[in-house]
């Protein structure tokens, strides 16, 4: 069984950044495949950003791109998120997930979550 746990979260000003982080425990990390989602108040969980296990390959929500930046220390167990230029729309509970089969843009591509990291952007 794999744990999964955020971090990083926090208030951060508009046109700020933040990273978060998603320490692993468990089971084998090295070959799963992170994703993080965001849920705000009222909205449906929405995909942000994703990363096979080597890191060679990305995927990004059309939202983020040029702003977020997926990246994972496999020596330490930790996939994390960086947020650069944030907007108030941001605002939301960021969740990471793992993968057993690889990554994916959709939630149900996941096995793991952890339960999520407040982020709060103030405009």
């Known amino acids: 069984q794999v744990q999964l746990v955020e971090s990083g979260g926090g208030l951060v000003q508009a046109g700020g950044s933040l990273r978060l982080s998603c320490a692993a425990s468990?089971?084998?990390?090295?070959?799963?495949?992170m994703g993080w989602f965001r849920q705000a108040p009222g909205k449906e969980r929405e995909f942000v950003a994703a990363?096979?296990?080597?890191?060679?390959?990305?995927a990004y929500a059309d939202s983020v791109k040029g702003r977020f930046t997926i990246s994972r220390d496999n020596a330490k167990n930790t996939v994390y998120l960086q947020l650069n230029s944030l907007k108030a729309e941001n605002t939301a509970v960021y969740s990471c997930?793992?993968?057993?089969?690889?990554?994916?843009?959709?939630?149900?591509?996941?096995?793991?979550w952890g339960q999520g990291t407040q982020v709060t952007v103030s405009s």
């Open positions: 468990g089971r084998t990390f090295s070959r799963y495949g």
């Open positions: 990363m096979s296990w080597s890191g060679g390959s990305t």
């Open positions: 997930c793992a993968g057993a089969r690889g990554f994916s843009t959709i939630a149900s591509g996941y096995d793991y």
